[in-house]
């Protein structure tokens, strides 16, 4: 790869922030964000759509009212049969 | 010392599981059903389903739990068996094709260069995530994803599995789950954009 065009260095983004581009090919890139605001933004907003997805589904490890006890029964029933005639 | 303390803690809490014990039961839907439950949700995207998915994982785990060595800790193995009981589910009731996202895909000119200009996030996503509108607004879409997206992006990014982790779980190759994942996250960032710079 000579100059990496915007699309290029889209194409290869994930390689690029997950650190598996070569050093050469990395410093073309680098030397590319520099010079283009529209990638730079791009990259930073990226990673910023993958801060939201992960923060936003944080989770909530409640279950609903009364399910643990309906999950005891359905392992116990799964095991053993039925508890209840 | 606090780890060997925990490891044998859950050795004798997967005999405890192995014989039947019924307060065994009580403490591993304790310990372990939110989390089972929130990846069933977030890759079923409906409630009733993850529920569903949520007792045939369990009820898998504890008829499979002889098999279980100890080799990952008992939550990882748990969060294993909740992520493919969500898969199965979600294969069984796949009947319609898949909702492109070609055009939530960069644009670029014939020269490789951006074919439009880039509107301005204003905000920075930790001022976002103070709304929970705005988390509700992003899970929505990220539900919205079509599913072989969905699947990818959060069992990559959400749940934190590696690469081979989620391609053993999807039953796909690697590269395949490095090319979803970057157009998962693209055609998510383009649907956030078009929510936030409206």
Known sequence: MSTPSCKDL???LDDYLAGRLSDPVRARFEQHMAQCPPCKD???????????ARESCRKSLALPEGMPELLVKAIV????????? | MESRAADTDEAGFVQALKVGDQQAYERLIREHAGRMLAVAR?????E????DALQDAL????RSIHAFQGNARLGTWLHRIAVNAALMRLRSRRRHPERSIEDLLPRFGSDGHWSRVLPAWSESPSRLLEREETRAMVRRLIDDL????RTVLVLRDIEGLSTQEAAEALAISAGAIKTRLHRARQALRRLLEMEIVA
């Not at chain 1, 791009?42 to 939201?52: H, I, Q």
């Not at chain 1, 029933?77 to 005639?85: C, H, T, Y």
């Open chain 1, 10 to 12: 889209i194409d290869f």
């Open chain 1, 42 to 52: 791009y990259l930073r907003t990226y990673r910023d759509t993958v801060e939201l």
């Open chain 1, 77 to 85: 029933e799964s095991r053993n049969g039925p508890l209840d005639a």
């Open chain 2, 42 to 46: 977030r890759l079923l995207g409906t």
């Open chain 2, 48 to 51: 009733d389903e993850a529920q």
């Open chain 2, 59 to 62: 009820i898998s785990a504890v």
């Open chain 2, 146 to 149: 079509p599913d072989d997206y």
